[in-house]
């Protein structure tokens, strides 16, 4: 059976996630999940469900707390490492990254809407140098799932990644160069280590802000993240049971 690695990120207290996801333990116990021994590096905090569902093998990778703050383990440097980690003691087939983003209502974004992203990139490493500033910006396509977008209905767009959770004016310019719809601070930090192990990645996002709209986004990400996590979490669902019985090439 395919191995399947699901990504949850959530800023929120308690997730099973992996290099950047959220789902509570409900959705462990969707996916018939276990908690398993933690077979990772001494000292990392992260901490893996598997589980068989309708012939896959799930594995959701959760980055756990910052040991000193005890806050989630956010941003691309936490993602980077566990999703490296992953990829060698896992080996899957597909990994998912799914979690919430904020969105961009001049590009069509709205409250609740699930995006699969088309490309990643990054918006706030700033490298003035030839070739080096396209390195900095490190766009990427996704791996294409067409038949995925075309079954569920899902929004398409583009991903940009940075480790701020509000967004200065140097990344908007970047972002508006980006062409991104959503802005997350996991997803092209886990296209980045993917890619190098050529690990086929999709990455769903739910928008719980408007970025370029008038509440603060702190507060509409509070706001909006219990209900928005629902519409996420339903999302996976289906693309886990349109995954189930198919090869990667279907998708």
């Known amino acids: 059976s395919p191995e399947l690695m699901a990504s949850w990120e959530n800023l929120a207290a308690a997730g099973t996630s992996w290099s950047s996801v959220f789902f509570g333990c409900s959705r462990a116990n969707a996916f018939l999940c276990r908690r398993t021994p ?27 707390k910052d040991p000193v703050l005890g ?8 993602a980077a490492l566990v999703t490296y980690a992953s990829i060698q003691l896992l080996k899957p087939d597909l990994i998912i990254n799914a979690g919430t983003a904020g969105g961009f209502k001049a590009r069509g974004a709205g409250i609740g809407d699930v995006f699969l992203a088309s490309d990643v990139a990054f ?55 980006n062409e ?5 601070m996991e997803g092209a930090a886990v ?14 996002k739910a928008v719980t802000d408007i970025v370029d709209g008038e509440k603060p986004t702190a507060e509409e990400f509070l706001q909006n993240l219990i209900s928005v996590t629902m519409a996420l979490d339903q999302a996976v669902m289906q693309v886990v049971d349109f995954i189930s019985g ?4 279907d998708l």
Do not use: Q
Request: glycine share 8%; hydrophobic share 35%; net charge neutral.
């Open 246 to 249: 198919k090869c990667i090439s």
């Open 191 to 204: 296209a980045y280590v993917a890619d190098l192990f050529s690990t086929p990645a999709i990455f769903v």
């Open 71 to 78: 806050v989630d383990s956010v941003g691309t440097v936490s």
């Open 38 to 64: 933690n077979r990772f590096p001494k000292g990392a905090p992260w901490t893996r469900y598997h589980g068989d569902y309708k012939g896959l093998h799930i594995d959701l990778v959760w980055p756990g």
């Open 123 to 177: 918006h706030d490493r700033r490298i003035p140098i030839p070739v080096f500033d396209s390195y900095g910006i490190g766009a990427r396509k996704t791996f294409e799932t067409p038949n995925i977008v075309k079954e569920l209905n899902l929004k398409v767009g583009k991903l940009s990644t940075g480790d701020s959770l509000d967004m200065s004016p140097h990344d908007e310019t970047a972002i508006l160069s």
């Open 180 to 184: 991104a719809t959503v802005k997350d």
